[in-house]
């Protein structure tokens, strides 16, 4: 007997997969002479950028935000390179949008519109050459590069100034409390001692906004579920701000002892103390709420 004849259907798929097309590999080229040409344009704005991380005490994370979203793109390069770069033109808008932001930025010397014009142009360069998928892939690590640009004055004061009066009206209760007499007057504690002045650096908001960018790189590296990076993102405020009005209250009850405590090394040691009681806090947080989350096995 002869061999059964071959299915039509079977020639037919095989035929179709035959002349699937190979995705598109990845234009190493393109991306390398476009980011530098990236680079290049706001050359200025990014020299400033960094300037401002190294004498800004607020911003002193900005060093690790693009070495932390550089790496985890890295980490997903596997993914990255098998992926078709099929490119959107629709990134070209996106580019050509930035540019016009950095003009408006630069005539009138508005800083944030610079330095928001470059992560802009970024994400569109990522769309022109990549394409959609290629993008939703990276939205995370581009996420993160908002965390290096500081905030404009206008939403910076309007942010510091409660958290110094928050932080001064707990350390004013905390302290009467606890048997130490305290005059409040605005963010000023007047003690027996001394005056102890809650400054917009002592307003929290230089941990409010490392811890922010530590909560979602935290909850990446620890826990594989998105929603729990958002949950963790919005622990950081209640936590960054509780954690700065109990330094403010040790502040005063230290000083009490020695007023050389309140002030240079000390201040500063008591600072790093606190943050990292913080980040320890959202650790608790994120094993709590694991914890009580439904579908999670617990051992």
Not at 27 to 37: E, N, Q, R, S, T
Not at 158 to 163: A, D, G, K, M, S
Not at 230 to 254: D, E
Request: negative net charge; contains cysteine.
């Amino acid at each position: 007997m002869g061999a059964p004849p071959e299915s039509p259907l079977l020639e037919q798929t095989s035929s179709v997969e035959e002349a699937k097309p190979a995705p598109l590999p990845v234009p190493w080229m393109k991306i390398g002479w476009f980011m530098a040409l990236l680079i290049v344009c706001y050359l200025p704005t990014l020299t400033r950028l960094v300037n401002q991380w190294m004498n800004d005490e607020d911003m002193g994370h900005g060093f690790f935000v693009p070495v932390v979203a550089g790496y985890i793109a890295w980490l997903n390069r596997e993914k990255l390179v098998s992926m078709d770069w099929t490119g959107s033109n629709f990134g070209l808008v996106l580019i050509a949008w930035g540019a016009f932001q950095l003009m408006i930025g630069t005539l009138g010397a508005e800083l944030f519109l610079q330095r928001t014009a470059f992560i802009e142009s970024l994400v569109g360069l990522v769309l022109y050459l990549g394409g959609w998928q290629v993008l939703k892939e990276l939205a995370f690590p581009l996420f993160l590069t908002v965390f290096m640009i500081p905030l404009p004055s206008i939403i910076y004061n309007q942010i510091t100034f409660p958290l110094q009066l928050f932080a001064s009206t707990v350390a004013e209760s905390a302290l009467s409390l606890i048997g130490i007499p305290v005059l409040r007057e605005g963010n000023v504690l007047e003690l027996a001692s001394q005056k102890l002045s809650v400054v917009e650096a002592c307003s929290g908001i230089r941990s409010l906004l490392s811890l922010t960018f530590l909560s979602l790189v935290y909850g990446f590296f620890f826990d594989k579920k998105e929603w729990m990076r958002w949950v963790l993102l919005g622990a950081t405020i209640p936590i960054a701000i509780v954690a700065n009005a109990s330094r403010v209250t040790i502040t005063g009850i230290i000083s009490e002892i020695n007023t050389e405590f309140a002030n240079g090394f000390f201040h500063i040691l008591e600072g790093w103390v606190i943050f990292m009681v913080a980040l320890g806090l959202l650790v608790g947080f994120h094993k709590l709420v694991n914890r009580f989350s439904p579908g999670v096995k617990h051992a």
